[in-house]
């Protein structure tokens, strides 16, 4: 199956199991009237809409490049996760204010039954449907999918904890145990969204491949780039799937283009096998612009 069909697929899937889990947790907020549970329903509407915040932006970063967009679309995942970051944080905050207004007229939780049944299976539903969307999320380098998956498995905690927590609040007959959940949600839920938010800004500004990747970047470099001189000024960014990477060749002076012209494609094909939608530029200069002493046998880095 070709991979851009299957990311969409993937997040028109991720909206149909945002749905099911917010009737499933509502089906059992409504047996229960737990402030603790709203909360989660709240957070449920959260994932609907993250959802369907991510399949926009892959969407739209499926479009092939254009006139006023000649480097793609790629950065629009970004815009995505930022929106979804934005969506968390909102929902802690009606959190906070239901835990609020629980704290004033305090009901002890509902003896647990039948509301167990849905709760659970919606929880199970988000565990592997962000397992799965994480895993392909760093697959296929889409920021979009792994935020929503990242997001939908802080949900399974936060559930869980609530379902401990409301079992153990009926036990205990300490009401009051209900609003201490839905504080305690709203708080990992903020800080969630924290994180959202700083990943997106960071790729927004630009941000480099990863230390064990840029040294797997120079290892191929130097491995393919026999006959150069030397390579400086190495610089990567990356942007929703692809990964730019440039940098400058030094040649001999005396080397034929044709020659340089050859290094320059065995390098772009070894990057690019290892790094998919990978982008090389490479600029060639001649041995005066070497920054180290010449004749080393492999090809330095500066």
């Known amino acids: ?32 009237s ?27 970063s499926m479009k092939p490049a254009d006139q006023d967009h000649p480097f793609g679309h790629h950065k629009v995942e970004y815009f995505s996760a930022l929106l979804e970051g934005v969506f968390i944080i909102i929902a802690a905050i009606l959190i906070l ?29 988000n565990f592997f449907w962000g397992w799965l969307l994480i895993r392909q999320g760093k697959v296929h380098r889409s920021p979009a999918l792994k935020a929503d998956g990242v997001h939908l498995m802080t949900d399974v905690l936060t559930s869980f904890g609530i379902l401990i927590g409301l079992v153990s609040a009926f036990i205990i007959e300490w009401a009051v145990l209900d609003p201490i959940l839905a504080i305690i949600v709203a708080i990992n839920i903020l800080l969630q969204g924290g994180k959202v938010i700083y990943n997106a800004i960071q790729g927004l500004m630009d941000v480099g491949v990863e230390l064990n990747e840029t040294v797997r970047i120079r290892d191929l470099i130097s491995v393919s780039a026999r006959g150069a001189i030397e ?13 730019f990477i440039e940098f400058h060749l030094v040649v001999p002076t005396v080397m034929q283009v044709g020659e340089a012209h050859q290094i320059c494609n065995n390098i772009e094909s070894a990057l690019e096998a290892e790094f998919k939608n990978a982008r090389v530029t490479i600029h060639v200069e001649p041995e005066n612009e070497a920054k180290l002493p010449l004749g080393t046998a492999v090809v330095p880095f500066v």
Not at 97 to 123: D, H, M
């Open 231 to 243: 390579v400086h000024d190495l610089r990567t960014r990356v942007a929703g799937r692809v990964t």
């Open 97 to 125: 204010r239901e835990a609020w207004l629980a704290f004033i007229t305090v009901e002890a939780p509902k003896k647990p039954g039948i509301w167990l049944g849905p709760y659970l299976v919606a929880s199970i539903i």
């Open 34 to 60: 737990s402030v603790a549970l709203y909360s989660d329903v709240l957070e449920s509407i959260v994932n609907i809409l993250a959802a369907l915040a991510a399949w926009w932006a892959v969407k739209i």
């Open 1 to 32: 199956m070709d991979k851009k069909i299957q990311i969409q697929r993937l997040t028109i899937l991720s909206i149909w199991a945002a749905c099911i889990v917010f009737f499933l947790k509502y089906w059992a907020y409504y047996i229960t």
